[in-house]
């Protein structure tokens, strides 16, 4: 089976830059996306096709691909960022999706 | 607007029957591949299946945990998507989300709220 790994936590200060990296072997040909979850509420994309913003996420989220892992950065992190963040991509087949084991993302 | 509202959860008992509604609305329904996605509670995001457009075959592909077991289908006609859930067991407890797939397959955006459906034993 196909998975994702996503480190559990990330904690940075108010202003600092937090980067969550998410790891498999399929990302060298799949893209990735990212997804913002606060509770209580519905999943939010903040990244697609591994560096791509969609319109109403700020600036400060941006994202890169460096073969078999992704990174999502967000500079100038905020107290509103807090929150956990899924990366999603699919097998090499593109049948199947599957999810990274989130991280949860702490401003300090 | 384009949005997506899930309807149809509940409490049921394992082995019972259940059958999760998703309406749709502000886009145009038929040329959606559509998606069910669950999270199990303090847990993370597990993709359950999805449905691809007619022309695109309208066919369904599952996540192995619930293949054989729930069947997910669309009514064009009612711009509405449908996860039907049999043989329900207790670790199907979750939050269940649609989701229309980007551009066909690929992310997943917008999210419906979320329907809870628990199992018990």
């Known amino acids: 089976s196909y998975e994702l790994t996503q480190p559990p936590s990330v904690s940075v200060s108010p202003g600092q830059t937090a980067r969550i990296t998410c790891s498999g072997d399929a990302l060298a040909k799949q893209y990735a996306y990212w997804y913002q979850q606060k509770p209580g509420q519905a999943p939010v994309l903040v990244m697609y096709k591994d560096s791509e913003r969609p319109s109403g996420i700020p600036a400060r989220f941006s994202g890169s691909n460096s073969g078999t892992t992704v990174t999502l950065t967000i500079s100038g992190v905020q107290a509103d960022d807090e929150a956990d963040y899924y990366c999603q991509s699919a097998d090499s087949s593109d049948t199947y999706v599957v999810f990274g084991g989130g991280t949860k993302l702490t401003v300090l | ?121």
């Open chain 2, 1 to 121: 607007e384009v949005q997506v509202v899930e309807s149809g959860g509940g409490l049921v008992k394992t082995g019972e029957s259940l059958r999760l509604s998703c309406a749709a609305s502000g886009f145009t329904f038929r040329d959606a591949w559509m998606t069910w996605v669950r999270q199990a509670p303090g847990k993370g995001l597990e993709w359950v299946g999805r449905v691809k457009r007619k022309t695109d075959g309208g066919t369904t592909d599952y996540a192995a945990p619930v293949k054989g077991r729930f069947t997910i289908s669309r009514d064009d006609s009612k711009n509405t998507l449908y996860l039907q859930m049999n043989g329900l067991k207790t670790e199907d407890t979750a939050v269940y989300y649609c989701a229309i797939c980007r551009p066909t397959g690929g992310w997943f955006d917008p999210w419906g709220q979320g329907t809870l459906v628990t199992v018990s034993s």
